[in-house]
């Protein structure tokens, strides 16, 4: 079944904290954005794991360098996924899976900036990372003619586990969980809605009627 994600691209670990205490019935894994990762550093990791010990917590380092040192770091702090860019050197990418596997957690590869993600896609998943994020980013996203529907593509010519994440919302949430998403990735249509808590709520019911159907 796709699990639903939730990015919170808030900046204090107040409101972090407050946002999933809302959404947590209806999401399966907390991502902790790289701008509120940058705000408060590593603390709101681990004051989210601490929490909801329950939830996969997911820290969006988009590490770029020196993939072993700070994927441990993350993990240290609490996190069990990670992401690692996937326009990075693979050594670096590497390095993140050996921290992982030493702490028992996990890899994503993050593929903004990768011009082939397709390919980027397979090639990666071969250095035993969780999935690949297929992943445009706030500016991309405000690019004249971009759509979700061209990540949603992508990751079912990959035929690889992955993600999507990128303008997932009520109206495309079935079409990436068709695709065989293995998560779907919702910020802004989370916690930029009036009531969080319902727009979660109704993202996962679609997930769970085209997972039924």
Do not use: C, W
């Not at 409101?15 to 894994?29: C, M, N, R, S």
């Not at 902790?32 to 408060?40: A, D, N, Q, R, V």
């Not at 909801?52 to 702090?77: C, N, R, S, V, Y």
């Not at 004249?144 to 495309?172: C, R």
């Amino acid at each position: 079944m796709t699990k639903l994600q939730v990015a919170i691209d808030l900046l204090t670990t107040e409101a972090a904290l407050e946002l999933a205490h809302k959404v947590a019935p209806y999401v399966d894994i907390i991502e902790l954005g790289t701008p509120l990762i940058k705000s408060e550093g590593l603390k709101v990791v681990t004051a989210m794991k601490a929490a909801f010990p329950d939830k996969l917590i997911f820290a969006d380092m988009k590490i770029a360098d020196t993939g072993f040192l700070e994927a441990e770091i993350a993990f240290l702090a609490g996190a069990d996924l990670v992401t690692v860019m996937g326009a990075v050197d693979n050594a670096t990418i590497k390095g993140a899976v050996e921290a992982a596997k030493k702490h028992g957690k996990k890899v994503v590869v993050d593929t903004i900036g990768v011009k082939n993600r397709v390919e980027r896609a397979q090639e990666v998943t071969a250095f035993g990372v969780a999935f690949v994020e297929l992943h445009a980013g706030l500016d991309e996203q405000t690019l004249a003619g971009y759509s979700v529907q061209t990540l949603i593509s992508e990751g079912t010519l990959a035929k690889v586990p992955f993600s999507v994440a990128g303008g997932v919302n009520i109206d495309t949430i079935k079409d990436v969980v068709a695709a065989g998403a293995d998560v779907a990735v919702a910020g802004g249509a989370i916690y930029g809605a009036e009531d969080p808590a319902a727009a979660a709520k109704a993202l996962k019911d679609a997930i769970n009627s085209v997972t039924v159907a």
